[in-house]
């Protein structure tokens, strides 16, 4: 096979280079390669098993058309302060130039006109005096939230004007390997997914977004094709889940609290991150069997709970040099506890050194929304110097949000970010490896739908 551009991986930053190619009227043939499915044809079970079933070959939450952003809550943060490090690469005017282009696409396709976060500016200074009292910095986001019924709407349509346009989708494809000839990408080989033959697709122009689902993958393709890179960080923590009540305030106020930290001893970046007011938290199912937790809300249907992710940022640079390999094991380790599922321990039982029991959560005020997680000891997994960071973060927020540290706060873990290691970019977004092209995620740039949905916009007006 042969076109124009090949972009592997239907993700955001996939998307709006498709996207931006065709507004601009440049007549190339694309062909984006997906392991998953379409997104009609993405379900997952446990909405009626009310158990995670380890779907096989892929997880439908973490695979198939936008990629993870079809099960996510759909957030868009529509600020170059958040969502990436694309501003270091291109500059904050150009990033926030390009999100703002993006936000009208989504519009176009869709997304919902209010956004979280622009207004009582009274409340804002309140809690951001919390903040600073505490130590911690409150960044300024405004959110413009689709939910995740609507967002997988929203992609079904985007999905269907790709089609129509003549953008040539594989499903249920993956990406195995890269053509290379004398140090130029010419393509990339390409198997049916369950089956041991292949097939290759040549292309001038070969973009690699992958997202964070392809960050082990393309962690090997840099080593064997020596594409210059950086080991990048992993975040490792957990997921808050708590009553509405307590977050009542910063939820009306904010939507999103995005709480940045730098906790005694270790000073560690330690933050916030995909906050859902009356949220539920899920799970994510990995190819190497990993279980990792994650958290999503719904624009109609909600519960009685907020959850939250706490993060803890790490980077190995030496000796070792495998960020995701490390957190691959401690969520393997936390998995193994938890019998093949997701661990919650109450915050109190953490604290006091006992493992949490069943009937101890059956008997709180905060019941889990993730029914099939097991109770137990999470500190038993997390190594001790992320579990101190989590601690001491904790506490500092219990000063922005009262109760926030409360004994029936629910911990849940493990909470994992791949992020790709940093791939050395030009100002084109061109690899060391001349014909090859990163983007979003999975290129070490890029953190959350928004963000990756510019590059790729960028990607789209580079191309020629």
């Not at 904050?92 to 919902?112: M, N, R």
């Not at 960080?233 to 930290?261: A, F, H």
């Not at 101890?360 to 960071?389: C, F, H, K, Q, W």
């Amino acid at each position: 096979m042969n076109c124009d551009v090949v972009i592997v991986g239907a993700g955001p930053a996939g998307i709006f280079t498709a996207l931006e190619l065709i507004r601009l009227k440049k007549r190339k043939k694309i062909v984006m390669i997906e392991k998953g499915s379409p997104i009609e044809n993405r379900h997952c079970p446990k909405m009626h098993a009310k158990t995670c079933m380890k779907c096989k070959p892929y997880c439908h939450i973490t695979t198939g058309f936008s990629g993870a952003g079809a099960f996510s809550d759909g957030k868009l943060s529509l600020s170059c302060e958040v969502g990436g490090d694309l501003p270091d690469l291109i500059g904050s005017s150009a990033t926030q130039e390009l999100i703002d282009y993006a936000d009208q696409i989504y519009l176009e396709f869709g997304a919902v006109r209010h956004v979280e976060g622009l207004e009582n500016t009274e409340q804002t200074k309140d809690i951001r005096r919390r903040a600073i009292k505490a130590g911690l910095k409150l960044i300024d986001c405004p959110i413009r939230h689709l939910g995740t019924e609507k967002a997988q709407e929203l992609y079904r349509h985007i999905q269907s004007y790709l089609i129509e346009q003549g953008v040539e989708i594989l499903f249920g494809n993956e990406c195995t390997n890269l053509v290379m000839e004398q140090n130029v990408c010419k393509g990339v080989r390409v198997h049916k997914v369950g089956s041991p033959d292949y097939f290759e697709i040549a292309a001038p122009a070969v973009i690699v977004a992958a997202g964070r689902r392809g960050a082990d993958w393309l962690e090997r393709i840099c080593e064997e094709h020596d594409i210059l890179h950086q080991s990048g960080n992993v975040d490792i923590g957990v997921r808050v889940e708590i009553r509405n009540e307590i977050m009542e305030k910063v939820n009306k106020t904010l939507y999103e609290s995005k709480l940045i930290g730098y906790p005694k001893p270790f000073k560690n970046k330690v933050r916030t991150f995909c906050q859902n007011p009356g949220g539920f938290v899920s799970q994510e199912n990995y190819d190497n069997n990993l279980a990792v937790v994650n958290g999503h809300s719904y624009k109609e249907m909600k519960s009685e709970n907020t959850n939250v992710a706490i993060l803890c940022s790490h980077n190995f640079s030496e000796p070792f040099n495998q960020p995701i390999a490390y957190a691959q094991k401690i969520g393997e380790l936390t998995n193994m506890l938890g019998n093949g599922h997701i661990l919650v321990q109450r915050y109190g039982d953490l604290l006091d050194g006992k493992r949490t029991w069943q009937k101890e959560l059956e008997r709180s005020n905060v019941r889990p929304t993730l029914t099939d997680a097991v109770a137990g000891d999470i500190s038993a997994a997390m190594p001790y110097r992320a579990m101190i960071n989590i601690i001491n973060f904790i506490e500092a927020v219990d000063h922005v949000v009262p109760g926030f540290a409360g004994a029936e706060t629910l911990l849940y873990s493990p909470e994992l970010k791949f992020y790709s290691n940093r791939i050395k970019l030009s100002d084109t977004l061109q690899t060391s490896i001349a014909g090859l092209y990163c983007l979003g995620d999975s290129s070490g740039w890029t953190r959350g739908l928004m963000m990756a949905s510019a590059m790729g916009i960028l990607m789209g007006r580079i191309l020629k």
